[in-house]
């Protein structure tokens, strides 16, 4: 399967913005629900270290090719985000979230799945890369 180049820069840049979305569902760090249903991952800080992980998928988007490992990096990064999502799930009631707070809700429904595709998108980009001879990949 290839992938374009200019479909991966816009994978890294929405990769960001989604993201960046926790500061929607966080209002702005001021919902206490996110980090009371899990204060060891989604603590304030937690999700401040979410914010700064979709700057960085955006900070590559146009030279991802240039960072082959940093781009491995977001692979591992997302599977753990991915894993820790299904044990939540597993080992917690979704509806008590819904219950406290909507907005809430929705991030612990939908934040790992979100971690499982861009799991994929990574791997893929870190395999094509990988796989570019080195004049290339650094072009």
Sequence with gaps: MAIKNITITQGFIIAGLMNLTVLI??????????????????????????????LAYISISKSYREVKWLVGVFVVG????????????????????????????IFYSLYGINDWIFFVFFLLVFIKIFKMPSSLSNA
């Design 25 to 54: 569902f966080s209002r702005f760090f001021t919902n206490p629900t996110i980090p009371e249903f899990d204060s060891v991952v989604m603590s304030n800080f937690g999700l401040l270290m979410i914010v700064l992980w979709g």
């Design 78 to 105: 997302k599977f753990i985000y991915g894993y820790v999502w299904i044990n939540w799930i597993l080992n917690n009631n979704i509806s008590a979230v819904y219950k406290k707070d909507t907005m809430a809700g």
